[in-house]
Nanobody, 122 residues
Framework: VQLQASGGGLVQAGGSLKLSCVAS????????KAWYRQAPGKERELVAA????????KYADSVKGRFTISRDNAKNTVYLQMNSLKPEDTAVYYC????????????????WGQGTQVTVSS
């Protein structure tokens, strides 16, 4: 199983990026998926998560109203649309699948993508 993340880059504050993560080797359409990020010197944190049928989503407070997670099960792909980006959004973004969730949070599974760098300049 491999997760391939893409879409990162350098953008000015206020700009937008859309990340994609494609799963290969297994469909995993029945699993929730999530995006995490890790900034230098900080712990990895949950950014957003989505259930298998997109009926449940979870966002970190810091990105609510700016980021949108979505998925296309036919393409085995999860997306993260990031708008109104801020310098504090600068981090390596990782996709995750195979985890579980309840009404409050997502618990990561064992499958991680390689990460894609997002850098927001002020």
């Amino acid at each position: 199983v491999q997760l391939q993340a893409s879409g990162g880059g350098l953008v000015q504050a206020g700009g937008s990026l859309k990340l994609s993560c494609v799963a290969s080797g297994s469909t995993f359409s029945g699993y929730a998926k999530a995006w995490y990020r890790q900034a230098p010197g900080k712990e990895r944190e949950l950014v957003a998560a989505i259930s298998s049928m997109s009926t449940w989503t979870k966002y970190a407070d810091s990105v609510k109203g700016r980021f949108t997670i979505s998925r296309d099960n036919a393409k085995n792909t999860v997306y993260l649309q990031m708008n109104s980006l801020k310098p504090e959004d600068t981090a390596v973004y990782y996709c995750n699948t195979g985890g579980s969730y309840n009404s409050n949070t997502y618990y990561p599974g064992t499958y991680w993508g390689q990460g894609t760098q997002v850098t927001v300049s002020s």
